[in-house]
């Protein structure tokens, strides 16, 4: 791996340590002859990410994956990290320092105890990344993942609740099924038949991060910075239901300077359950039946 940094990089590798795995990945931490600190998220030894990705999610008998400029699991997170990044100056995403099909390197970023006052600006940087720069469709010009899992992004503008249901909901229903009851599965199904009636008023499209859970901000000094993004053109209300579903530190803070800066729609809160199931699908596709109950919870929920 360090020959292959280096050469991704143009620079000598100097230090090189291991941080863990996650997924598919092995994670580290690199010293550059030039100065830097960066983070680096590899393939594992013989994997190819972009396969293993499509054969874990589709079974012994998986579709052709699509082939784009961008095909890779690592390439959409890149792809992701920047397209956030264009919504201005100020969105709470790292550069991408370099992507091939076998890494990701990130800049180092030095982390810090949650503070208020940077859970405060994460609330105000997050309204700016939704409402502004607005994608003209939900979707993404790429191939999407979220863990090793594959995404649908195909880009349309027929709504999102449709959208949310065909290519987030149904097809993690399909894949988690086995996990789940038939009762389960007719419950989900119910949501999806009545989500045009459920998702409240019509939103444009929002850059979104799409897997916003807790482990996925960053808390530096100053303030918290967006990682491994699941990125697309979805609902804004999707990545505050998700800072909700494992818990964020100082998440009151968060939601309260959010929506001062751009205000959520009456009846939001009661939302959160329909925006949680599709990540709620993912983990029973990931980790099965010990996410069950939380999927059946939400989907009550949602439907009232």
Known sequence: MRDGLERLLGTRVDDLTDLGSS????LHRASLADGREVFVK??????????????????????????????GVFAAEAAGLRWLGEAGPGAPVPEVVAVDDRMLV?????????????????????A???????PRAY??????????LPLDNTADD??????????RLEPFLRRGAR????????????????????????????????????????????????IDPAAHGGHRETDLAMMALFGTPHLDRVLAAYDEAAPLPDGWRARVPLHQLHPLLVHVALFGASYRASLVDAARAALG
């Open 23 to 26: 997924h598919s990945w092995t």
């Open 179 to 226: 996990h789940l009851s038939s009762g389960d599965v007719r419950l989900v199904e119910r949501v999806i038949a009545d989500v045009e009636s459920l998702a409240g008023p019509p939103e444009p499209p929002s850059r979104i991060h799409g897997d916003l859970w807790s482990g996925n901000v960053l808390w530096t000094a100053d303030r918290a910075m967006l």
């Open 128 to 134: 700016a990344l939704h409402t502004g720069a607005r």
């Open 42 to 71: 590899a393939a594992s030894a013989g994997d190819d990410p972009s396969a293993t990705a499509f054969e874990s999610f589709w079974g012994d008998d998986p579709p052709s994956p699509p082939a784009t400029a961008l095909e």
């Open 158 to 167: 027929c709504g999102w609740p449709r959208w949310y249901a065909e290519r």
């Open 106 to 126: 990130l800049p180092w970023l030095p982390s810090a105890s949650p503070a208020p006052d940077a859970a405060e600006r994460l609330g105000r940087e997050l």
């Open 139 to 148: 979707g993404a010009p790429w191939d999407g993942y979220i863990a090793d």
